[in-house]
T-cell receptor, first 117, second 113 residues
């Protein structure tokens, strides 16, 4: 099975611009979660999509938005970029198999490293 | 408020010895806990998990212990190997939270040769 893929891997933007990141989950997974990782802050949850609907949302400003398509691929958009948005953005997909571990285990992509100048 | 806390940002352990990574939580509704491992430039990978109905779960060199009364869990790695050098995250799920995971800030484990 192919893993979670994220594009692009690296991105450099300037303040005020907007950016769109893409995530393709593992085939058959319908849940996609997005996280922001900055040094010393761990993984900060952005939002989760399940079957094209946003199911959970973290405490990020409205500049951060996302969507999920019918094939479960997801995009995350950040508008009016700020210097503090520089981070590693991780996407994770989750299956809903029979085992509890499968229901909870998140499989992560390699991330998109965003640098805002 | 940090519901899941990993108070040690880093830990250094001699190769072959036991590594113990700790995680504390505040939400008594958490019923499922997971540990992930992350290498630089890669996404976290699932390591081991434990349900709140258990107090121990083993998988090879990795054992997770859960102390519900203390709201504390720990990951033991025995014996520690150089390839274990990574950042370890603990995460927790609250029952009825719609599967949302709450993550700790991570502990960087360094295995010394």
């Amino acid at each position: 099975k192919a893993g979670v893929t994220q594009t692009p891997r690296y991105l450099i933007k300037t303040r005020g611009q907007q950016v769109t990141l893409s995530c393709s989950p593992i085939s058959g997974h319908r849940s996609v979660s997005w996280y922001q990782q900055t040094p010393g802050q761990g993984l900060q949850f952005l939002f989760e999509y399940f079957s094209e609907t946003q199911r959970n949302k973290g405490n990020f400003p409205g500049r951060f938005s996302g969507r999920q398509f019918s094939n479960s691929r997801s995009e995350m958009n950040v508008s009016t970029l700020e210097l503090g948005d520089s981070a590693l953005y991780l996407c994770a997909s989750t299956g809903r198999g029979v085992r509890l571990a499968d229901q909870e285990t998140q499989y992560f992509g390699p991330g998109t490293r965003l640098l805002v100048l | 408020d940090q519901q899941v806390k990993q108070n040690s940002p880093s830990l250094s352990v001699q190769e072959g010895r036991i590594s113990i990574l700790n995680c504390d939580y505040t939400n008594s509704m958490f019923d499922y806990f997971l540990w992930y491992k992350k290498y630089p430039a890669e996404g976290p990978t699932f390591l081991i998990s434990i349900s709140s109905i258990k107090d121990k779960n083993e998988d090879g060199r990795f054992t997770v212990f859960l102390n519900k009364s203390a709201k504390h869990l720990s990951l033991h790695i025995v014996p520690s190997q150089p390839g274990d050098s990574a950042v370890y995250f603990c995460a927790a799920r609250a029952w009825g939270s719609n599967y949302q995971l709450i993550w700790g800030a991570g502990t960087k484990l360094i295995i010394k040769p």
